[in-house]
């Protein structure tokens, strides 16, 4: 057993990793590196959890340490054209995919636009995930190509209950995608 090894040691460590994943690979390597130097001597070779734990607690929760390693960390500054970083295109995004529905029921020609701009905005940004972008845009576009869908194989067939089925996702579904965006969006912030 090395002198961190110990289980509760080695989960502390492990939590913070997780937590500090937004730091850049170096600052976060030096801050684990600080904490197992930091537990090698306040843990030593100690195998009573309790004196164990008593020393992660003394040392602070992996929460606040990350967030006092963020707080030192330097603004990133905006890359030159971009306006102040693509943050500024989180709420535009949402809200052009939010809006999107509800403005295909007024125009299928603006709708399809301002689907095609939120969808710019979103893949152009770096705030969220390859998976929240895809599942924004699966929601924001279920919508038209279930109509496409719909109205090619339906043939004609289709009744008011199936027309109010598919109005009420075109409206919900890019609704949902808007605000899971600016909650992920509120994660990474």
């Given at each position: 057993?090395?002198?961190?090894?110990?289980?509760?040691?080695?989960?502390?460590?492990?939590?913070?990793?997780?937590?500090?994943?937004?730091?850049?690979?170096?600052?976060?390597?030096?801050?684990?590196?600080?904490?197992?130097?930091?537990?090698?001597?306040?843990?030593?070779?100690?195998?009573?959890?309790?004196?164990?734990?008593?020393?992660?607690?003394?040392?602070?929760?992996?929460?606040?340490?990350?967030?006092?390693?963020?707080?030192?960390?330097?603004?990133?500054?905006?890359?030159?054209?971009?306006?102040?970083?693509?943050?500024?295109?989180?709420?535009?995004?949402?809200?052009?995919?939010?809006?999107?529905?509800?403005?295909?029921?007024?125009?299928?020609?603006?709708?399809?636009?301002?689907?095609?701009?939120?969808?710019?905005?979103?893949?152009?940004s770096d705030v969220w995930t390859q998976g929240t972008k895809t599942l924004a845009t699966a929601l924001t576009a279920f919508t038209p190509l279930l109509i496409v869908v719909g109205g090619t194989l339906g043939g004609g067939r289709v009744g008011p209950t199936e027309i109010l089925v598919v109005l009420a996702l075109g409206v919900v579904l890019p609704l949902v995608a808007a605000v899971?965006?600016?909650?992920?969006?509120?994660?990474?912030?």
């Amino acid at each position: 057993m090395t002198r961190t090894a110990h289980p509760l040691v080695t989960d502390y460590l492990a939590t913070v990793e997780r937590e500090a994943s937004f730091l850049p690979a170096g600052r976060r390597g030096e801050l684990l590196a600080d904490l197992r130097e930091h537990l090698d001597v306040a843990v030593g070779d100690e195998r009573d959890p309790e004196t164990v734990r008593a020393a992660l607690d003394r040392l602070g929760s992996p929460a606040a340490i990350v967030a006092a390693a963020r707080a030192e960390e330097p603004e990133a500054p905006a890359a030159p054209g971009d306006g102040g970083g693509s943050k500024d295109r989180t709420a535009p995004a949402a809200v052009l995919l939010g809006v999107s529905g509800v403005a295909t029921l007024f125009s299928p020609l603006v709708g399809l636009l301002v689907l095609l701009a939120g969808l710019g905005l979103l893949w152009t940004s770096d705030v969220w995930t390859q998976g929240t972008k895809t599942l924004a845009t699966a929601l924001t576009a279920f919508t038209p190509l279930l109509i496409v869908v719909g109205g090619t194989l339906g043939g004609g067939r289709v009744g008011p209950t199936e027309i109010l089925v598919v109005l009420a996702l075109g409206v919900v579904l890019p609704l949902v995608a808007a605000v899971r965006l600016f909650r992920a969006a509120r994660r990474t912030a």
